[in-house]
């Protein structure tokens, strides 16, 4: 059974910085392409950064290029996302996501974590 | 970059309804667009991926179709565990992906 599970959220301070980790389980990690996805409060979803399996190829959204940076341990079957200089708009339950096996599943997001929530706050 | 609008924004029903849900592209994606339910609390869950293929373990009673511009999900039949948001998502620019904004599906 594919497992994700996210830790590392927490309440920071306006241009702070924090890292949060994604242990995989399940599966052969090295063997997927890795999604962050985030929610804002009450709002809709928000494709953050995505990361190649062997992290040699990075995406990230507009909005959080320059300040975030995805990364991934294949041996240690952990995703990151490296957080930096926050604002308001960065506060939202982060997911991490993996795609589908299949051809057409590949560009879908199958399995999902529980989120871990990131609060920008004085 | 591809923009998703998705309509409407919430949606009141009852238990037997059948329901439509649109997500229109700001340029053709082809079939490239997957589907989400999400309840309060919990993480969004795969229903349709590439258009129109069902995703294992959710009822028939969900279909997608569509493809370029327009697309639709349709719920027949509305249960109880239907009622939460939708999120479509297009994947024609992947590893880049857009979410449309969500359709809130509330019990009338």
């Known amino acids: ?122 | 970059d591809i923009q998703m609008t998705q309509s409407p924004s919430s949606l009141s029903a009852s238990v037997g309804d059948r329901v439509t849900i649109t997500c229109r592209a700001s340029q053709s994606i082809g079939s490239h667009l997957n589907w989400y339910q999400q309840k309060p609390g919990q993480a969004p869950r795969l229903l349709i991926y590439d258009t129109s293929n069902l995703q294992s373990g959710v009822p028939s009673r969900f279909s997608g179709s569509g493809s370029g511009t327009d697309f639709t999900l349709t719920i027949g039949n509305l249960q109880l565990e239907d009622f939460a948001s939708y999120f479509c998502q297009q994947s024609h620019g992947a590893p880049m992906y857009t979410f449309g904004q969500g359709t809130k599906l509330e019990i009338k």
């Open chain 1, 1 to 122: 059974e594919v497992q994700l599970l996210e830790s590392g959220g927490d309440l920071v301070q306006p241009g702070g910085s924090l890292r949060l980790s994604c242990a995989a389980s399940g599966f052969t990690f090295s063997d997927f392409a890795m999604y962050w996805v985030r929610q804002a409060p009450g709002k809709g979803l928000e494709w953050v950064a995505s990361i190649s399996r062997n992290a040699d190829t990075t995406y990230y959204a507009d909005s959080v290029k320059g300040r975030f940076t995805i990364s991934r341990d294949n041996p240690k079957y952990t995703l990151y996302l490296q957080i930096n200089s926050v604002g308001a708009g960065d506060t939202a339950v982060y997911y991490c996501a993996k795609a589908g096996e299949s051809l057409k599943l590949l560009r879908a997001f199958v399995d999902w974590g529980q989120g871990t929530l990131v609060t920008v706050s004085s």
